[in-house]
């Protein structure tokens, strides 16, 4: 049985931008410090959420160094590695463990649409460029390819490819994954509306968006299955689903940034070519936090304004 990285809830933290669209290093200190005050089980950084495929590599590196000083160990710093180049991945990952990652987050290889076998070597050859666990991550609607369970079979026979992150929505892939590696991967939903249909399966957890607003909540949606209440984690995950279809009305990390924004969270944009929801597509989401009471707005009694597209905050020490 194969080491798990984590059990819980993984945030896939957003990458906070300055107006100028330099990292905000102080306030991505803060969302660190609130997310472990808020229960998360684990940081990954530069990840799809974390907008990594438009940082430099010295950013990339600089913000994973960054994460593993500021969490000093409390949980595990999982560090988002890939790339559709091999030699570029077999770079970021062996700077990410000299960053002091704990482990490393692995995309299918975006664009190129490699066959199984060109998966296969893929992911081993990263793996076998680093001592650290290596989570898979598997999400075709943004990469056009799709890892097969025979070809997970086969890549949980590497020693230190030690989970995956399936994000295909697709329930009888999963049901096959679980059939075919066992304990020698483990699985966590890379969907946050599916967080309880795969903890059925075996799932260990979420990496999730959903706990950049609400760690806490998120955690629990797990832990409560765990201690054997599957009743409250359906309940939890179902209160939050309308949250959760909010956070992807358009492309991620859009949506949860701009929540972030009308919460008070200085997270500023995102890089081009992301750029803000339409007036539109934004009331939609602003809406829907204030049903949750979420807003700077709905914690002040008779306001109803909300920030719109382009406002920034600043960063409010509370629990949400």
């Known amino acids: 049985m194969k080491k798990i990285v984590f059990k819980g809830v993984g945030t896939a933290v957003v990458t906070p931008m300055k107006e100028d669209y330099s990292i905000n290093y102080s306030v991505f200190d803060e969302l660190l410090d609130m997310q472990i005050a808020g229960?998360?089980?684990?940081?990954?950084?530069?990840?799809t959420t974390g907008e990594g495929s438009t940082l430099t590599d010295d950013e990339h590196i600089e913000l994973v160094r960054r994460a593993v000083k500021h969490v000093r160990g409390r949980v595990p710093v999982i560090a988002g590695a890939g790339s559709n180049n091999t030699a570029h991945a077999v770079y970021l990952s062996k700077e990410c463990e000299k960053a002091g990652a704990d482990a490393l987050l692995h995309v299918t290889p975006y664009y190129n649409k490699a066959s199984q076998q060109g998966l296969f070597l893929h992911f081993n050859e990263c793996a076998r460029s680093t001592r650290l666990p290596v989570i898979l991550y598997n999400v075709p609607s943004r990469t056009g390819v799709n890892i097969y369970p025979a070809t997970y079979k086969r890549l949980s026979e590497t020693e230190n490819i030690v989970a995956v992150k399936e994000a295909s929505g697709n329930f009888s892939q999963m049901t096959k994954i679980a059939s075919l590696c066992k304990?020698?991967?483990?699985?966590y939903s890379g969907n946050d509306d599916q967080i309880t249909s795969s903890l059925a399966l075996g799932g260990k957890g979420v990496i999730s968006v959903?706990?950049?607003?609400?760690?806490?909540?998120t955690h629990a949606i797990c832990t409560s299955y765990f201690r054997g209440n599957s009743e409250e984690s359906d309940n939890l995950q179902l209160k939050y689903l309308e949250l959760i279809e909010a956070l992807f009305l358009d492309?991620?990390?859009?949506?949860?940034?701009?929540?972030?924004?009308?919460m008070g969270y200085d997270v500023g944009p995102c890089r081009l070519p992301l750029c803000d929801m339409d007036r539109t597509m934004a009331e939609k989401l602003y809406a829907v936090l204030e049903k949750y009471d979420l807003t700077e707005s709905s914690k002040r009694q008779g306001s109803v304004t909300v920030h719109m597209p382009g406002n920034t905050g600043t960063v409010l020490k509370h629990n949400v």
Request: hydrophobic residues 55%; charged residues 20%; aromatic residues 0%.
């Open 251 to 262: 492309v991620n990390p859009i949506p949860v940034k701009q929540a972030m924004r009308a």
């Open 183 to 187: 304990e020698d991967l483990a699985i």
């Open 210 to 217: 959903l706990s950049n607003l609400v760690p806490n909540e």
């Open 39 to 47: 229960s998360a089980d684990a940081i990954v950084v530069a990840g």
